[in-house]
């Protein structure tokens, strides 16, 4: 099967917007991490330069390796981001004989990263005390351990969340006809998508509808938005049509997607002067 997760046992598609929470926890837990990964790169490297050493060379004290995390920061990617990603996961993709690989990687990067957390507990508290006991063989068995620990740790979790986001974006199709998804993602899909994806939401909603790609999703949300008396929104797609033909020289079919983009302004401005005719009368 091509897909594995199983749409008889998955609630039904078009009346939940589950997908749009487990797209957009995916999208939040992730730029939460990569910051948290910048940050860790920045200061090892720092420290490297300071030191004019190697980084594989780099041998931190307890102090030091403390300040590679915010603590705060990843107890709310596991407990916030994370822990909502895992729950909108499971109800989704998860049942009672089978789990969908998307779901298999979300709760692997809960686990892992509770394990990163942990362990930077244990050298943020236990660290500075066994310096201050001079109990020099277990701050060195810890420092051993945490400096091979966190790199191996930050790659695991690196390449889980690209896992799932290959998965995510291979079962997205299935959902092409959720009016919730495609609604939501032309709402709020530039924030939600930010510098995830190089391509931003365009690459999102060409992941969605891989034979017709972004300007036709977008002019799809733009009838939708029209059909639910929403004008402005429906124009604002419009636009995005118009910026998403021009932004991709290879459209299967730009002339067509112009015709279909005129219909669609010209059914908007007869919407609302028909709307301000109301308002006169």
């Known amino acids: ?16 917007r589950l997908i749009f929470d487990v797209v957009e926890r995916y999208f939040h837990a992730t730029r939460h991490f990569q910051s948290q990964f910048t940050n860790y790169e920045t200061r090892v490297l720092e420290y490297a330069r300071q030191r004019g050493l190697d980084r594989t060379q780099l ?63 244990t050298v943020q508290v236990y660290g500075p005390q066994f ?13 051993d351990e945490v400096h091979e620990f966190y790199p191996r740790r930050l790659r695991t979790i690196r390449t889980l969340f690209q896992k799932a986001r290959a998965r ?13 998804l495609l609604r939501s993602l032309a709402m709020y899909g530039d924030d939600l998508v930010g510098d995830v994806l190089p391509g931003g939401v365009d690459e ?33 797609c419009c636009d995005r049509v118009e910026a998403a033909v021009a932004k991709d020289p290879s459209h299967p079919d730009p002339e067509r ?25």
């Open 1 to 16: 099967m091509a897909r594995e997760s199983r749409a008889a046992d998955r609630p039904d598609p078009r009346t939940t």
């Open 59 to 121: 041998r931190l004290n307890a102090q030091e390796l403390a300040t590679l995390f915010d603590f705060k920061a990843l107890e709310q990617l596991r407990d916030r981001h994370l822990f909502a990603l895992k729950e909108a996961s499971h109800r989704l993709f998860r049942g009672d004989d089978h789990t969908d690989a998307f779901d298999r990687y979300v709760s692997d990067l809960f686990h892992e990263l509770s394990m990163l957390k942990e362990e930077h507990y």
């Open 131 to 143: 310096e201050a006991a001079d109990e020099d063989a277990d701050l060195e068995t810890l420092l």
């Open 168 to 180: 995510l974006l291979a079962v997205l199709p299935d959902f092409g006809e959720n009016s919730i």
């Open 204 to 236: 999102l909603l060409a992941a969605i509808y891989p034979a017709r790609g972004a300007a036709w999703a977008w002019g799809r949300a733009a009838q939708r938005f029209l059909d639910g008396g929403f004008e402005t929104w429906a124009g604002r």
């Open 257 to 281: 997607m112009r015709g279909e983009l005129a219909r669609l302004r010209t059914a908007i401005a007869a919407r609302v002067a028909e709307a301000a005719q109301v308002v006169d009368a």
